[in-house]
Every structure is written in structure tokens, then in C-alpha cells.
T-cell receptor, first 113, second 111 residues
């Protein structure tokens, strides 16, 4: 258990509404990540953070923003949700080890109607 | 060009057999390599990591890395029905910050 909690776990929303997903960690890891997973595409990086207020874009960042005001929380915001953002979203932390493994939260399933 | 390529499968093996999963990657700057198992509807869970050429064994699992050929594999010995899942290969570039995943190989172990 990597001490990662995602909320909400399931959400259904309508096109054009804002959505915020929260990732909370209890182990004080510096690096946190948001991925989305879709059939045929695997896991794709949206944004990641390397410290409080330090974030960078991944390969599919358009339409998403992130914030990290505390070490333990990493928020993913969809300013105006679209149907193409229907997906399963995973938060992950990178452990401080020689290989630097990623450990994932349980995921948040988002449906945009 | 995709960073990480995996055969999507499905791969079926009988119970007790060896399952062999393969992964190639494109960036020679890749530093660390990972295998994750993902059951349907669940999050990926780490099986093994490897960063040196050669073999690394952990129980029934063996990861093999060949950096010259840009190839990493996972062998599962004495396959069990509980091993039926999708296996994801991931690489971490030398910068250490970004991880790239393959699309996964679906494995079914037939009792």
C-alpha cells in the first residue's frame, strides 16, 4: 500500500462542466503523476509534479490543469469537460529508490455525457 | 514512434507452463524498466523493476534486460490462473522524471 487515495472514485458529469480529481498521499513523496488510461492507448501521462507548486506537462496535457499547494495533495482539473475526457484517471507517486518505481492509486472513473 | 511497444496478445498458456512477455523500447536513454500487472478494473501493481543488463529473479518471475537490443522481457514460471491479467511494460528515461508505458499484453492462464 503506497498510501495514495484518489477522490472521487467514480463521477458522471456533463459536457462543459468543471471537474476536479484529487490525489492524496501520506508518505511525503516529491514526485506525483496523473495518467489517463484508455483502451488501445495504455497509460498516458497528463501532468506531473516534482514539488510544491512545481509541475510539468505530459504527452496529453491539453484540456487539463494541475495544482500542488501541499506536498500531500495533487489536483487535476478539467476546466470544461468534454466527452473525449471520459477515461480512467490514475494518480501515482515515485518512490525514492534506485529504480524509482511508480506506485498507483486505485483510479477515478470519469464519464462525461 | 511509440516509446514502448508490446504485443497486445491475447497470450494463452496452460496452467504450469512458462509465460513469456516481451517489450521493446525506442529511446536508448532509457534507464529503468518495470513490469506491472493489472487486473480488470483495478490499478496497475508493480511486479518487478530492472535497470542492469541480464536477468533478475523474484519468485516465479524473471525479468530480462538487453539494452543493446532495447528489449526487456518477463517470464512467469509455473503459471497460475491467478496470473491472468494484463501486463504493462514501462520505461523511465535517464532524466528520471517521466515514465512511458506500453499498451499491455493480455495473458490468460488456462486451468
Amino acid at each position: 500500500d503506497a498510501g495514495i487515495t484518489q477522490s472521487p472514485r467514480h463521477k458522471v458529469t456533463e459536457t462543459g462542466t468543471p471537474v476536479t480529481l484529487r490525489c492524496h498521499q501520506t508518505e511525503n513523496h516529491r514526485y506525483m503523476y496523473w495518467y489517463r488510461q484508455d483502451p488501445g492507448h495504455g497509460l498516458r501521462l497528463i501532468h506531473y509534479s516534482y514539488g510544491v507548486k512545481d509541475t510539468d506537462k505530459g504527452e496529453v496535457s491539453d484540456g487539463y490543469s494541475v495544482s500542488r499547494s501541499k506536498t500531500e495533495d495533487f489536483l487535476l482539473t478539467l476546466e470544461s469537460a468534454t466527452s473525449s475526457q471520459t477515461s480512467v484517471y490514475f494518480c501515482a507517486i515515485k518512490r525514492t529508490s534506485e529504480a524509482g518505481e511508480l506506485f498507483f492509486g486505485e483510479g477515478s472513473r470519469l464519464t462525461v455525457l | 514512434q511509440k516509446e514502448v511497444e508490446q504485443n497486445s496478445g491475447p497470450l494463452s498458456v496452460p496452467e504450469g507452463a512458462i509465460a513469456s512477455l516481451n517489450c521493446t523500447y525506442s529511446d536508448r536513454g532509457s534507464q529503468s524498466f518495470f513490469w506491472y500487472r493489472q487486473y480488470s478494473g483495478k490499478s496497475p501493481e508493480l511486479i518487478m523493476s530492472i535497470y542492469s543488463n541480464g536477468d533478475k529473479e523474484d519468485g516465479r518471475f524473471t525479468a530480462q534486460l538487453n539494452k543493446a537490443s532495447q528489449y526487456v522481457s518477463l517470464l512467469i514460471r509455473d503459471s497460475q490462473p491467478s496470473d491472468s491479467a494484463t501486463y504493462l511494460c514501462a520505461v523511465n528515461l535517464f532524466t528520471g522524471n517521466q515514465f512511458y508505458f506500453g499498451t499491455g499484453t493480455s495473458l490468460t492462464v488456462i486451468p
